[in-house]
């Protein structure tokens, strides 16, 4: 029998990723996207809702997503759902659906210090330089260029 546990989305951070370590000594990280849906109503009013993703990474992932996303930086997260279930101080269950991410990508231009090309008389130039998304997987980062042509949806 087959069964797939998988979640893709494309959205913002609505914080900093938090960077902590387990008792046992792992690191992990957790923050929320959002992602919006849009449409127009029966009455040609546009509609518009908001979901908030709760994310959390793990050991050498952790440590790469606190440090290459921000708030308000567009994200790929893809990864499983995991719930957690536990008792709350005041007695009453309480439980929470995550994306335990395995694959992360940058989609923001990265901000920052950059270094001047030197233009065709020789002088640098001074004009902001786009540059490729960051993507993270399994540990590893490499730059690669997207095209929203490419995503299936």
């Given at each position: 029998?087959?069964?797939?546990?998988?979640?893709?989305?494309?959205?913002?951070?609505?914080?900093?990723?938090?960077?902590?370590?387990?008792?046992?000594?792992?690191?992990?990280s957790?923050?929320?996207?959002?992602?919006?849906?849009?449409?127009?109503?029966?009455?040609?009013?546009?509609?518009?809702?908001?979901?908030?993703?709760?994310?959390?990474?793990?050991?050498?992932?952790?440590?790469?997503?606190?440090?290459?996303?921000?708030?308000?930086?567009?994200?790929?997260?893809?990864?499983?759902?995991?719930?957690?279930?536990?008792?709350?101080?005041?007695?009453?269950?309480?439980?929470?659906?995550?994306?335990?991410?395995?694959?992360?990508?940058?989609l923001?231009?990265?901000?920052?210090?950059?270094?001047?090309?030197?233009?065709?008389?020789?002088?640098?130039?001074?004009?902001?330089?786009?540059?490729?998304?960051?993507?993270?997987?399994?540990?590893?980062?490499?730059?690669e260029?997207?095209?929203i042509?490419?995503?299936?949806?």
């Amino acid at each position: 029998m087959f069964s797939l546990n998988r979640a893709t989305i494309i959205g913002h951070l609505t914080r900093d990723p938090e960077l902590r370590t387990t008792p046992n000594g792992k690191n992990v990280s957790s923050f929320s996207v959002a992602t919006n849906k849009r449409w127009t109503d029966a009455a040609g009013q546009t509609q518009e809702t908001t979901e908030f993703h709760d994310i959390v990474t793990w050991e050498k992932l952790a440590e790469i997503a606190s440090t290459i996303f921000h708030k308000g930086d567009r994200a790929y997260v893809e990864g499983r759902l995991q719930t957690r279930n536990w008792e709350a101080q005041d007695g009453s269950r309480r439980s929470k659906t995550e994306i335990v991410a395995e694959n992360l990508i940058n989609l923001s231009p990265r901000k920052g210090p950059q270094i001047p090309a030197k233009t065709e008389t020789g002088e640098e130039d001074q004009s902001p330089k786009e540059e490729k998304p960051e993507k993270v997987k399994a540990g590893k980062t490499e730059t690669e260029e997207i095209d929203i042509n490419d995503i299936p949806f």
